[in-house]
């Protein structure tokens, strides 16, 4: 009897692809993530048929929010549509919000990077700021123009430091670590209920997690995807994803849903943002 893999949701997104709209995943995010894991996987399209959604998050064992090039929309943080930098992807906004739900109410890890750590943010009540990397307070953080190599994108780096009590504290006894910076947008207020998990020098939040019933759910705004295979840091925080995706389900779960306390009284989600539909 052969011990089944642990199913792996991974979110796509909406693209143009000569003038053609196509559902797009990077390859790093699935073949060598699902090796590193041990896992199986299926691509989830960013397809807002939110019944749909629901009734295939049952099928997953754990959510990975990638990373894109697009960005939340504004108005799901209640600021207006020009505060923002797009492109946006308003279908995939609504499908992740709703598979965070069904996740949480099923008791499963998420694991979110670059966009997915800003969209566990989001959904938890927080907000963005959209000009890191040009702002003076935040000058290590990369703002890359359109002549900029993708691969160069990566090799800017920046330290950040790891919070105690944590889900990555045991993780770098060292406590600070240099992680890779893509991003132009970041953390502006905190989403309700999220604890700190990393911080940059220039006071920037780097990593979040909280735990939602038995749903744990951990966010990087760094790409520990991109050097996998040669990072013993980003194999760390996978492996630890990993530890969540292969935990076998305790009896009693009976999440009841976002909000309230779950059939054994641990606590969930104090304030969600709703935007779903």
């Known amino acids: 009897m052969t011990n089944a893999r642990p199913l792996l949701g991974i979110i796509c997104c909406n693209r143009d692809i000569g003038g053609r709209m196509g559902q797009v995943v990077a390859n790093r995010y699935v073949e060598p993530v699902l090796s590193h894991l041990g896992a199986a996987g299926l691509i989830i399209p960013a397809i807002s048929d939110i019944g749909s959604i629901r009734q295939i998050a049952g099928m997953f064992d754990g959510l990975l929010l990638t990373g894109s090039p697009t960005n939340v929309l504004p108005s799901r943080y209640s600021a207006p549509v020009e505060s923002g930098i797009g492109p946006f992807d308003d279908s995939r906004d609504r499908v992740v919000f709703a598979l965070i739900e069904a996740l949480i109410a099923r008791g499963k890890p998420i694991f979110g990077i670059c966009r997915g750590f800003q969209e566990i943010n989001v959904f938890f009540g927080g907000s963005l700021r959209c000009d890191v990397g040009s702002a ?36 770098f006894p060292q406590r600070l670590i240099e992680v890779n910076s893509v991003h132009h947008q970041g953390v502006a207020t905190l989403g309700s209920g999220l604890r700190v998990e990393a911080v940059a020098d220039d006071g920037l939040v780097e990593a ?55 059939s054994r009284g641990l606590q969930q989600i104090p304030q969600v943002n709703s935007m779903v539909a």
Do not use: M, Y
């Open 136 to 171: 003076r307070d935040h000058p290590h953080h990369l703002q890359a123009d359109d002549d900029t190599r993708f691969d160069d994108l990566f090799d800017h780096r920046h330290p950040v430091a790891i919070q105690p009590g944590g889900l990555l504290d045991d993780l």
């Open 208 to 262: 979040i997690s909280v735990q939602c019933g038995q749903s744990t759910i951990l966010g990087v705004q760094w790409h520990p995807e991109w050097d996998l295979a040669t990072n013993p840091q980003s194999q760390a925080v996978f492996n630890r994803f990993g530890q969540l995706l292969h935990a076998k389900p305790q009896s009693g779960r009976g999440a009841t849903g976002i909000h309230g306390r779950d």
